[in-house]
């Protein structure tokens, strides 16, 4: 990053949505490091837990369709402003009601997942200040708020020995309070004019253009591959190395930390050197390291070391994808980061409820393991047929790398 790439567009506006992003994704993971201690005192089985974990990622895969509608219509930032607002009602309730049953665990998942959308907000937000060669860059700082995994992973497990798990979601609160005060005093909407888009013309964007689903299928992997792994990987380390909660959030803090810093890094090396390069480059390591886990070759440090290389790799696609779509979809930013991101959130939903269903039936991770390790490689194997026609059709005239 140099001194233009802060004088082209509106640095406030950019710090406010990684802050915003940071603490939304912050409480859109709670329920992942809290996951062994909620299933100890509910008496819920591996599946259930991550049924558990699983549901507040799908919800915020859907809901991001409408806040990206909703950012559209009445603005980005009044958008955030609304989310931030529900899922702090939200934990309240939860810490003043109480959880008590699967039911209302799941319930308080599904208001969480209003957080997880904030993805839809977050990036059109920064996106629309900033002009197509500091693309990468700037959806990489913002993106980078999926690091507040790394402030649950941390902290969640502790508080919740000090003070119970229901406690945690009052003092989530906090935090979250002090930035929607921030959000409103520094973020802006871009003075750019925004289209208003509605259902069909996220109908005609899947219909009429084969790359939307290309973006939508290479998302669900890198995003859907680090928010599936950050919320199973807690439960995943208790089962197969009988980690203690706090330390299966500080082993999983570590991996997601590593995914979180390395998504403005991502974009950065993807403006440099092109998304696509960058994406296949991802999946080929993602392919290598999982297969290697899924093998149980080492302890647990080794295991630990793997998956902190996994989601490091996983954290660079994200932000290799984001340093594309803006190049294909400039017009259809808000469109197409709900569509996307949408995807991504499905697939981490199938890959942390997959690994779950998979612990349960055959008393192993490895399967599951070793099915994402797969996709992981299919997906590099797709890029070779369609990063030759990206690069001649659509790229953008000398200004940003394909």
Known sequence: MNRSFWQAGHAPTLLSAFLYFDLSFMVWYLLGPLQVQIAEALQLDTQQRALMVAVPILCGALLRLFLGLMADRIGAKRT????????????????????????????????????G?????????????????HQGTALGIAGAGNSGTVLAALFAPALAIAFGYQNVFGLACIPLLVVLAI????????????????????????VGNRDSWWFMFFYAITFGGFVGFAGALPGYFHDQFGFEPKLAGWATAACVLAGSLMRPLGGVIADRIGGTRSLQMVYVAVTVLVATAALGIGGAAATVA????????????????????????????GLMTGLIGMAGGVGGFLLAAGLGVV??????????????????????LCLVGVKQRWRLHWAATGAARV
């Open 117 to 133: 959308a904030s993805f839809a907000v977050a990036l059109p937000l920064a996106s629309r200040w900033y002009p197509p060669e």
């Open 306 to 333: 793997l998956f902190v290389l996994t989601l490091l790799c996983l954290g660079a696609g994200n932000g290799a994808v984001f340093q594309l779509v803006p190049q294909r979809f400039g017009a259809e930013i």
């Open 359 to 380: 612990k349960q039936q055959l008393g192993s991770y490895a399967l599951g393991l070793w099915l994402f390790a797969v996709v992981a490689m299919t997906a590099a």
């Open 183 to 206: 959000f409103l005093v520094f973020a802006k909407d871009a003075p750019v004019a925004v289209p208003r888009k509605g259902l069909r013309d996220y109908a005609t964007v899947l």
């Open 80 to 115: 955030g402003a609304l989310a931030q607002v529900v899922v702090i009602i939200a934990l309240a309730v939860a810490w003043k009601v109480g959880v008590h049953s699967l039911g209302q665990v799941l319930l308080l998942g599904v208001m969480l997942g209003v957080a």
